[in-house]
C-alpha cells in the first residue's frame, strides 16, 4: 500500500522558515510528479509546488521566491523549503505524488504562522 507522511510542520513567527519533508513507502516504482498542496480554513485545497522526476518545478505565484521544492527519488521523497513565512500561508500542507493516472496523498502537517 503506498504511504506518504508528512514531518515539519508547526507553528513559526512570520519571517521565519520551516521545512516539510514527505516520505513515501509501500510501491517499487517513481512518481512521474510529487508535490505539495495546501488548504486553508474555509477555502479549497490549492497548489504551492510541483517537481517532475526530472527535476522541473512549478510555484503557485503566491510562493515563489520564497519557496523551494526538491526531491530525492533515491529516498522517495519530496521536501519544501518555506522562507519568509506570513500568516496567509497558515494552513495544513499535503504531500503528492502522481504515478500514471493515480493520485495519492498524506494525511497533512499544519503549518500556522504567527504575527
Known amino acids: 500500500q503506498v504511504r506518504l507522511m508528512e514531518s515539519g510542520g508547526g507553528l513559526v513567527q512570520a519571517g521565519g522558515s520551516l521545512r516539510l519533508s514527505c516520505a513515501a513507502s509501500?510501491?517499487?516504482?517513481?512518481?512521474?510528479?510529487m508535490g505539495w498542496y495546501r488548504q486553508a480554513p474555509g477555502k479549497q485545497r490549492e497548489l504551492v509546488a510541483t517537481i517532475t522526476n526530472g527535476g522541473s518545478t512549478n510555484y503557485a505565484d503566491s510562493v515563489k521566491g520564497r519557496f523551494t521544492i526538491s526531491r530525492d527519488n533515491d529516498k522517495n521523497a519530496v521536501y519544501l523549503q518555506m522562507n519568509s513565512l506570513k500568516r496567509e500561508d497558515t494552513a495544513v500542507y499535503y504531500c503528492n505524488g502522481v504515478w500514471v493516472w493515480y493520485n495519492y496523498w498524506g494525511q497533512g502537517t499544519q503549518v500556522t504562522v504567527s504575527s
Open positions: 509501500g510501491y517499487s516504482f517513481t512518481f512521474s510528479t
